[in-house]
Nanobody, 125 residues
Framework: QAQLEESGGGLVQAGGSLRLSCAAS????????MGWFRQAPGKEREFVAG???????YYADSVKGRFTISRDNAKSTVYLQMNSLKPEDTAVYYC???????????????????WGQGTQVTVSS
């Protein structure tokens, strides 16, 4: 399994932006899908965005047009750029990796087995 460490969370006003980073150590992430999930208090964890090894990105409807996921394989790092943040985006954000399926074509909420510890994002109104 890879060790995943998130950073970049914090407190921001509604309409603001944050960029989350997820640094992976261990096996290379090049051919593997990576994802971002979030969990708000009292709610289940939900899929936010995923990126295939090819670079194709997938998003939850709630963040389309506002969030962008990207990856820098040379740095073994995945990013989540979050713009136009809303109070309902407040949650702990988790990075995840699917290290079992090479060159997975479609990325959704399934198949992730490595997880980071999470970083808190709080959006004030």
């Amino acid at each position: 399994q890879a060790q995943l460490e998130e950073s970049g969370g914090g407190l921001v006003q509604a309409g603001g932006s944050l960029r989350l980073s997820c640094a992976a150590s261990g096996p290379t992430i090049d051919p593997f899908a990576m994802g971002w999930f979030r969990q708000a208090p009292g709610k289940e964890r939900e899929f936010v965005a995923g990126i295939a090894g090819s670079g194709t990105a997938y998003y939850a409807d709630s963040v389309k047009g506002r969030f962008t996921i990207s990856r820098d394989n040379a740095k073994s790092t995945v990013y989540l750029q979050m713009n136009s943040l809303k109070p309902e985006d407040t949650a702990v954000y988790y990075c995840a990796a699917d290290l079992r399926n090479y060159w997975r074509a479609y990325v959704d909420s399934t198949g992730f087995e490595s997880w980071g510890q999470g970083t808190q994002v709080t959006v004030s109104s």
